[in-house]
């Protein structure tokens, strides 16, 4: 199929034709972030001769200025529909985590860039972060209403300056091949957001109509760590866990029933990781008042039988999906469900008993934004030609309170005996400068661990315990002890009323100051006594 042939947005792309340089067909976007890392591709396509554009790019990258190049372009040859094309891949490594890098590539005698920020290291539980999502895109299907509609989202999204940018699925109508006009509105359009933070997709079931569209895994560079990669897998980004399935019946690579690969890794992936948000995309709809509700759609009812009860389970707190096109914001027990829809299709048809907000014929995209145990989030529409809210809430994860002290514990601890009725303690703060419980039981006792998530105060029992100290401070006079006894302190350290293991120590008051006195006392006259014996033996020697 000739290269020509496609019209996007009234202009004929026959520029390429006429011997214009070829060097970004595709404008440069950013896949696969990790904290030190980031792969930038960029396509370009045949000439005017029909040869194809083989020149090599680089891309030069720095914190303030170019200083730095990269030039390992790994090259890939495909076929798109017929035709030969070049996807250009460069993978910027060593980067400092959570750090803004401008970059421009260069490619074909042309050159195009932008910036990004790295994602933050795996143990900054500080650092907050954001992401943009969309879903049902339909680029292609409904005429380019939607392509206006895609296009205000990411210029809204792109302002925000997100991490991620997280895709639901149905980006496309019919599983076009990458060089349709469908796939060409995605690049082109959405090029100030994909430029800026990585793409994350979840296939929806239009890509598989009717097989998945032509050149797609190598378009793309996504994690790999699921089964049946690429379209299964999960990445972090500071303290959020992302976990994107691929879920939907015209699916020809994964299956999705409670006895599938998909299934086994899903949940294992979700035990398994230690971050306190936990995220899962997928595509079709689980809870519904619009056309897929539960009672009317056989797969929304397979994912209320078989996956809720194990996001419960793992404590999933939002699940973020589309193929409804309308809005809804639904929860059951503390996972919330949100479906977004760049189209304006379904109105709402039956009772969904978990919904809280529901818009028939809705056309939404949405912002997360995670701050330690919040997650703020923004829900904007497109209606005659400008952004408009349509729905914000906040969810709080005590959880966070917990995964981020779990695994730290003060340092330095000392207890120094002062007086009989009193011990020092003296610790220095973890690395996340969490405030400290200080416990204290006799030595002869057993520790009770506390409970997470209760507020003790100074003066509550633990168990056998008492606490004696809960603050900021890095030392504490414990004092109204009894003399010459042994005491045990535990050491914890707390966020939000959640605790680490703790650290302990050891220490025994002095003995009272006229026991000291007769001690004393007692001592010297033995030792007098014992010359006195030694000098009168020594005297009565011949």
Partial sequence: MGFGRWFVGGFVLACWATGVPAAFWRTPYLQ?????????????????????????????????????????????????????????????ENLAANTEYLYRVICGGATNGSSFRTFPAATDYNASVSFAVQGDMSLGQFGWGYDATYRAFCNWQASLRPNAFLLLGDIVSFGEPLLSNAWHSFFTNGAPLLAKCPAYITLGNHEFWPTLSDGYDTAFSIPTNGPGAPHVYSFDCGIAHITVCEINNDSTTHDFDQDSPQFIWITNDLARTSKPWKIVLLHHTVFSSGKYNVGSYPTSRMLTNCYVPEFEKYNVNLCLNGHDHLYEHSAKSNTHYMTLSAVTQYDIQYANPYSIKCIGKQNAAALLAITGAVCTI????????????????????????????????????????????????????????????????????????????????????????LVVYKGGATVHEDTTLSPNTTYDYMVYSENGDYYSAGVTTQATTTPEPGLVAWASMTLLALRRKAARASWQQAAARP
Avoid: C
Avoid at 57 to 73: H, I, K, L, N
């Fill in 378 to 465: 923004t829900v904007k529409g497109y209606s005659y030609k400008q952004i408009e809210a349509v729905d914000s809430f906040a969810l709080t994860n005590t959880a966070y309170y917990y995964f981020t002290v779990k695994d730290v514990n003060p340092g330095d601890l000392a207890a120094l005996p002062i007086a009989a009725n009193q011990i020092d303690l003296l610790w220095s703060k973890d690395a996340r400068n969490h405030n400290v419980m200080v416990v204290r039981k006799h030595s002869t006792a057993a520790w009770t661990a506390p409970a997470q998530g209760v507020p003790y105060a100074a003066g509550a029992s633990i168990g056998n315990g």
């Fill in 32 to 92: 696969n972030m990790t904290p030190t890392a980031v792969t930038i591709m960029w396509w370009n396509y045949t000439n005017g001769a029909g040869q194809v554009d083989g020149e090599a790019g680089w891309v030069e990258y720095g914190t303030a200025t170019y200083d730095y190049r990269a030039a390992a372009d790994h090259m890939i040859t495909n076929i798109f529909d017929g035709d030969t094309g070049i996807v250009h891949r460069i993978t910027l």
